[in-house]
């Protein structure tokens, strides 16, 4: 009995280190704004620039591999409690507050140093060994300049001010990208992350982080997915003040790991809610795609009960999984029940594309955030005139029945 302990004890912190992201950062302390490396290029007068370019900033300084435009501005929504220490730059704790705090944080990308290039090289080569791919990883990751809570009037007169200026510059439907993250995940890493995939995968819109307050420590798995299922009834109020509020057309969500678990009760929390406020279920239909990334959920309950109240209204849903998530598995022998993330869903109602040939994390489980072509793939599904079909890194495979998925191969490109 006590060796049964000993493993099961070992288990849970295997399982809390993998999902807690794979390139976990330390926090790095806010760099003050200004610095003048993500100023656009000179010789340009300020009032021919396109209106769009007060949001996006040019990113040719930082050299290769970094996307061409990146987001200078998150919003958030964040369901810790805040401690305000300097107004311009506040803290998210892990602590449950009970009212969600808005605002707008201000990016960079980082610029690396000798010694952030030896240790993204040292862990290229090892991963390379370990895995026998070639390397996908994206070369920078994005840091917080400054975070500024916002009320929730000057919340939606900036989200809607955005939001026009990319339907005028953009010529767009005013999109809106909301991400919501996983677990052992810090504010400043969701939101971090947030403009990375929103840089990288070129949205065309305005870019949202729900943050919701995980525990922040790797021991602490099964405490951070309590928090999540009471994460899921703010996240519900959360949307439903932006469907209800915001000028937004069309609502993309990706949800990645537990985050996955987090979104998906919500939607059908408001599926439920709208049934009976027909105004709500005329709003609830901007929310166009769903994209689950290595979701750590139930397979048998998604696919049972969650997937077929999600089809109530007609959303785009896609599943990123992979065979080859090491946290998953761990997840899953921990749970005992088999998770959606490391698992083939045969189903017409959802489009699943298989990532266990990328190696840009050592397990696999952060490719939404990490791997190049991932990010290319999901830069095409927010492109209405890209056909996935045509896209030389995805190949399809049958399933059974007549129907098919996709293989992701880097190697393509």
């Known amino acids: 009995m006590c060796r049964g302990v000993l493993f099961a004890c070992l288990g849970l912190v295997l399982v809390s280190l993998l999902l807690g992201g794979c390139a976990k950062k330390v926090k790095s302390a806010p760099v003050p ?27 040719e300084l930082y050299g290769e591999e970094v996307p061409s435009r990146y987001f200078e501005s998150v919003y958030y929504g964040a369901s810790g409690r805040i401690d305000v220490k300097d107004p311009r730059n506040v803290v998210y704790t892990s602590v449950r507050s ?36 070639p390397d996908d990883s994206v070369g920078h990751e994005f840091q917080i300049t400054e975070a500024i809570p916002y009320s929730k009037e000057q919340f939606f007169e900036s989200v809607n001010e955005e939001l026009g200026l990319y339907a005028l510059d953009e010529n767009n439907e005013k999109n809106m990208l909301l991400f919501i993250h996983g677990f052992n995940n810090s504010f400043e ?10 840089s990288y995968a ?11 307050p995980s525990k922040e420590n790797f021991l602490l798995y099964f405490k951070d997915r309590a928090v999540a299922d009471w994460s899921a009834f703010m996240l519900q109020l959360f949307i439903v003040d932006y469907l209800l509020k915001s000028d937004a057309k069309y609502i993309s969500v990706i949800a990645h790991s537990m985050g996955g678990e987090v979104f998906v009760k919500a939607y059908c929390g408001l599926i439920d809610q709208a049934k009976s406020d027909k105004k709500l279920m005329s709003q609830m239909k901007k929310i166009k795609r769903i994209i689950l990334a290595s979701p750590d959920i139930d397979y048998i309950t998604f696919l049972d009960f969650y997937l077929k109240k999600m089809r109530t209204l007609s959303p785009d849903i896609y ?10 598995k761990l ?45 290319e793939d999901l830069m ?32 393509g490109n």
């Open 380 to 411: 095409c599904i927010f492109n209405e005139k890209c056909s996935r079909n045509q896209q030389k890194y995805l190949e399809s495979r049958p399933c059974g029945g007549g129907l098919s998925y996709w293989r992701l191969n880097p190697a």
């Open 98 to 133: 009970k009212e969600i705090s808005l605002g707008v944080c201000h990016l960079k990308i980082k610029k690396s140093t000798v010694f952030d290039i030896v240790g993204r090289e040292l862990g290229r080569l090892l991963r390379g060994a370990w895995s026998r791919l």
């Open 331 to 375: 997840s899953q022998g921990l749970q005992g029940t088999e998770r959606l993330g490391s698992s083939l869903v045969c189903n017409k109602e959802i489009v699943c594309t298989d990532t266990s040939s990328v190696n840009s994390d050592f397990f696999n489980h952060a490719t939404i955030a990490s791997s190049k072509t991932v990010l």
């Open 189 to 198: 890493e969701a939101v971090e992350r947030t403009g990375c995939i929103a």
């Open 202 to 212: 070129d949205f065309k819109g305005v870019a949202v982080a729900y943050v919701w």
């Open 33 to 59: 704004a200004g610095t003048g490396e993500e100023q656009a290029p000179a010789g340009t007068p300020e009032e021919k620039q396109p209106a769009v370019e007060k949001i996006l900033k040019p990113a």
């Open 319 to 328: 599943l990123y999984f992979s065979q080859t998530d090491s946290a998953l």
